[in-house]
């Protein structure tokens, strides 16, 4: 089992310089972001998303533990948000840290996320996947989600005139 614990302070500041970078990364690739830019932009909607740090209203944010071991295997980020007359729960950020990948952890997260939002009263789980990211969209349908929305993009060349 893989058992959410809500996310120390050492743990946020080390969640922070993982995945500013690692989101800016994401948004560069999906073609959302220039590069020279990223990092800020990363900074900026981390910072408006979470001004009060782990104390931010309506966010919950936990280190994924092995329950067998009570090592950290991962993180994750959930909000509470009203999607058409429903409070759901929200996945802003899930990670499974490289030594622990494919061995099951984010199955098992997910899992314990559904019995968290049945604890906090939640009707459902939202979540976004960027387009380039096969392996979580393969998860998540496994998982039983679904598409709701789907953002099509074709870059065209300029041509010189």
């Known amino acids: 089992m893989t ?4 996310m120390t302070a050492a743990e946020f500041i080390d969640f922070v310089e993982e995945t500013v970078p690692a989101y800016a990364a994401d948004k560069v690739a999906s073609g959302q ?8 932009s990363s900074r900026r909607e981390l910072d ?8 931010t209203p309506g966010h919950r944010l936990y280190t994924l533990r092995d329950a067998a071991t009570g090592a ?15 409070k759901v729960a929200y996945v802003y950020d899930v990670a499974i840290f490289p030594a622990h990948q494919r061995q099951g952890h984010a199955t098992r997260a997910f899992e314990a996320l559904e019995a968290e939002v049945r604890r ?3 009707e459902g789980i939202a979540l976004h996947v ?21 953002h099509m993009f074709k870059g065209i060349a300029k041509t010189d005139v």
């Open 3 to 6: 058992g959410l614990v809500p």
């Open 33 to 40: 972001w220039r590069e020279d830019e990223a990092i800020a």
């Open 48 to 55: 408006a998303l979470l001004p009060q740090g782990l104390a």
């Open 72 to 86: 950290p295997v991962g993180r994750l980020w959930i909000a509470e948000q009203a999607r058409a007359g429903s």
């Open 120 to 122: 906090l009263g939640l």
């Open 130 to 150: 960027f387009g380039h990211n096969r392996g979580a969209q393969a998860l998540y349908e496994k998982l039983g989600y679904r598409p709701t929305n789907i």
